[in-house]
């Protein structure tokens, strides 16, 4: 069965330094997203790509942020100087249709900010 | 701003019995809705999902039922079984201004615990 898949699955980074945080969606998928969970809080949405660019982003999504598809099947997530309040689970998602779709998660990147 | 509610953070029920848990949404223009089961150190897996032109969708032992003019949706589980001791999210793809484009919005989460 196809699914989503992220790596690494544990990052620990110190505060400022830029992290990279890799996903490969299902391979015939076309819609794709980052979510976050704070722990103890509920996962929130990031950002949504579509057709190489920003389909949508969050409020969170500022301009630390930034996602890229360099090929046919990653998806990256890159935080260009981290917080401790980047510290997060954070979630790659798919799908093959943008409505009435469900998408699928991958296991999540725990990421840590010293 | 809760779009969609989960009001109960946690459930307990015995191996056998129905587990019943309870989203609530604010805008009516909501017209698809999902659960996802959530394990510790895992993602979201996708259950089952409903559209609003049903009332109910069923999938094995999961139900989902809507109420629209409630503003609620529940999934039941029947029977339940330990391993569906997990937190469970109900989320739909619409954004405070009812129109969507895709991203989730989720629920808190209800922990479930299936005693056996």
């Known amino acids: 069965e196809p699914e989503v898949t992220q790596t690494p699955s544990h990052q620990v980074t110190q505060m400022g330094q830029e992290v990279i945080l890799r996903c490969v969606p299902i391979s015939n998928h076309l819609y794709f997203y980052w979510y976050r969970q704070i722990l103890g809080q509920k996962v929130e949405f990031l950002v949504s790509f579509y057709n190489n660019e920003i389909s949508e982003k969050s409020e969170i999504f500022d301009d630390q942020f930034s996602v890229e598809r360099p090929d046919g099947s990653n998806f990256t997530l890159k935080i260009r100087s981290t917080k401790l309040e980047d510290s997060a689970m954070y979630f790659c998602?798919?799908?093959?249709?943008?409505?009435?779709?469900?998408?699928?998660f991958g296991p999540g990147t725990r990421l840590t900010v010293l | 701003d809760q779009q969609v509610k989960q009001n109960s953070p946690s459930l307990s029920v015995q191996e056998g019995r129905i587990s019943i848990l309870n989203c609530d949404y604010t805008?009516?223009?909501?017209?698809?809705f999902l659960w996802y089961k959530k394990y510790p150190a895992e993602g979201p897996t996708f259950l089952i999902s409903?559209?609003?032109?049903?009332d109910k969708n069923e999938d094995g032992r999961f139900t989902v039922f809507l109420n629209k003019s409630a503003k609620h949706l529940s999934l039941h589980i029947v029977p339940s079984q330990p391993g569906d001791s997990a937190v469970y999210f109900c989320?739909?793809?619409?954004?405070?201004?009812?129109?969507?484009?895709?991203?989730?919005?989720f629920g808190q989460g209800t922990i479930l615990t299936v005693h056996p």
């Open positions: 989320a739909s793809p619409h954004n405070a201004g009812g129109t969507s484009y895709g991203k989730l919005t």
């Open positions: 805008n009516s223009m909501f017209d698809y």
């Open positions: 409903i559209s609003s032109i049903k």
């Open positions: 998602a798919s799908s093959g249709q943008i409505l009435y779709n469900e998408q699928f």
